[in-house]
């Protein structure tokens, strides 16, 4: 590689996220334990509260009164690579976490990985949006909140849930944690 005087690289680190949507708790600790020994044990994980009081988008699928956490785990290097396979991983985490219904399998769980820096929240889609940046394979990074001192800025597109001032005071606290 030449070296340009003018293009200094700067690595990305942070910390990885799962923003892990059920029903049932159990499935919850299961895949906490799957993530654990990929990951490590978890620097932080949010207090349970309701996705359901936020959004009906899962309960065709998943079922009603649906909980949500946030589990941290540890920093690392963050590069387009690493972040498509944790999406690519999250897909099939999700697969192994199904149960059947009549003729169709649903999913028991819903992943949504994604990453904290001190400047940005970003969760990974397989949804295009015009708003959203591609990283390669059908991955998508969404900005969703950005830091501004104390507290994090809404976007228009911000989901409600990261509105939470409870949900934004939790992702604050990650931001600011010192190992």
């Given at each position: 590689?030449?070296?340009d005087?003018?293009h ?7 910390y990885?996220v799962?923003a892990?949507?059920?029903k ?11 993530l654990?020994k990929k990951?490590?044990e ?17 309960e065709?699928?998943i079922g009603?009164?649906?909980?949500r ?8 290097k ?8 944790l ?5 099939k ?19 949504d990985p ?5 400047e940005?929240?970003?969760?990974l889609?397989f949804k295009?949006?015009?708003?959203k940046?591609?990283?390669?394979k059908?991955?998508?990074?969404d900005?969703?909140l ?9 976007l ?9 001032k409870s949900?934004q ?11």
């Amino acid at each position: 590689m030449v070296s340009d005087p003018f293009h200094k690289q700067v690595e990305e680190h942070g910390y990885i996220v799962f923003a892990v949507i059920y029903k049932n708790f159990t499935d919850f600790e299961l895949l906490k334990k799957v993530l654990s020994k990929k990951f490590g044990e978890p620097v932080a994980e949010s207090d349970e509260y309701s996705f359901s009081k936020f959004s009906d988008y899962y309960e065709t699928e998943i079922g009603s009164d649906l909980k949500r956490r946030i589990v941290v785990f540890d920093k690392t290097k963050l590069d387009a690579n690493f972040l498509i396979k944790l999406k690519l991983f999250s897909l099939k985490l999700e697969k192994r976490f199904v149960k059947k219904q009549g003729c169709q399998q649903r999913r028991t769980v819903n992943i949504d990985p994604g990453f904290l820096t001190k400047e940005k929240f970003v969760l990974l889609s397989f949804k295009k949006k015009p708003r959203k940046i591609y990283l390669g394979k059908g991955v998508w990074a969404d900005l969703l909140l950005l830091s501004r001192g104390k507290h994090w800025e809404m976007l228009p597109w911000t989901f409600p849930e990261f509105k939470d001032k409870s949900v934004q005071e939790f992702l604050l606290s990650i931001r600011n944690y010192k190992k």
